[in-house]
């Protein structure tokens, strides 16, 4: 939403006496939503949609309940009320999702960003040093890419996908975001047809990649079997294949005392850190927990002599 624009207005419009208020807008939506199998408050989530429409705190529709709506944002709101009950998640449904302050554009080329993801950059800000280049492989929406970019203060920020559908998504959200020092390569993984944005080297790897193995599809909820890219979610050799490539390909780039930062599968902890701690590359394998508690983040040190 552009600054001085809003979607409300100080009256109603259509026919003389209908109530077209936040108020009713909620009504409106809470209606759409009771078919949605994965929706347990019709209400609530009515008012999680408006919030995210407007980008603006989830209690906000309750206080403000007796402004009117414009005939546009009511259009868009009963769109994505339609598209949730359909079965999409609340952010692909209003086609954007917030990250570390940051407002991202999603849809469906895109994973949606996850919490974990937003503490797996935050290890990073604090664990690296001032300057050089940092490298988010797997970009898709340009999240981690873009948070590094406009809160760390990399030289250079390079993201990398596979998917040239993604790397729209991500290009735009840059733009967006006002970020200047992120440049984008299509590619498998650090493997780029231009060779340009990875010629010198990195100071920090960081990645999500996908660890989801093929046997695993059916067990995945509906809402990201039916949705969320498959080309970002599942990898070969029971779900370690992605992630044994990207730590050799780590390891050629990073500079000494260059960092790798993995998001991973909690259930397969044990077998990557036995995968990063084999490659003789690299010293200093921690593991750290997300909030929950679980065994997420994979970290390792380039050594500074092979």
């Not at 019709?42 to 705190?57: F, G, M, S």
């Not at 949730?84 to 954007?96: I, K, Q, T």
């Not at 299509?186 to 999500?208: C, F, I, Y």
Request: with cysteine.
């Amino acid at each position: 939403m552009h600054k001085g624009s809003s979607p409300f207005s100080a009256r109603a419009f259509g026919a003389v006496g209908a109530r077209q208020d936040v108020a009713m807008l909620v009504m409106e939506l809470t209606a759409r939503l009771q078919s949605a199998r994965d929706v347990d408050d019709p209400t609530r989530e009515a008012r999680d949609l408006v919030a995210a429409l407007l980008d603006v705190p989830r209690h906000w529709p309750v206080l403000h309940e007796d402004r009117w709506v414009e005939a546009a944002m009511w259009r868009r709101a009963c769109a994505a009320a339609d598209k949730r009950a359909a079965g999409a998640p609340l952010a692909y449904a209003v086609g954007r999702a917030n990250f570390r302050g940051l407002t991202l554009e999603v849809d469906e080329r895109v994973l949606i960003p996850r919490p974990e993801t937003e503490l797996l950059v935050g290890i990073v800000l604090e664990r690296c040093r001032p300057g050089g280049v940092a490298v988010d492989v797997g970009t898709g929406s340009g999240a981690i890419a873009i948070a590094l970019a406009t809160e760390g203060k990399f030289d250079r920020v390079v993201a990398t996908d596979i998917s040239t559908d993604a790397l729209q998504v991500a290009t735009e959200n840059a733009r967006r975001s006002g970020a200047r020092n992120i440049a984008f390569a299509q590619g498998n993984l650090l493997q780029t047809s231009d060779v340009r944005p990875l010629a010198s080297g990195a100071r920090v790897v960081v990645s999500n990649p996908p660890y989801i193995s093929y046997e695993e599809i059916r067990e995945l909820p509906a809402s990201v079997r039916d949705w969320e890219p498959m080309i970002a979610l599942l990898s070969g050799e029971g779900g370690l294949a992605t992630t044994a490539t990207l730590v050799r390909q780590a390891a050629a780039l990073l500079e000494p005392g260059g960092l790798l930062a993995l998001e991973v599968d909690a259930r397969r902890v044990s077998l990557i850190t036995e995968l990063v701690s084999s490659e003789v590359r690299y010293e200093g394998v921690t593991v750290l927990l997300d909030l929950a508690g679980r065994e997420r983040f994979v970290l390792a040190t380039r050594r500074e002599q092979e």
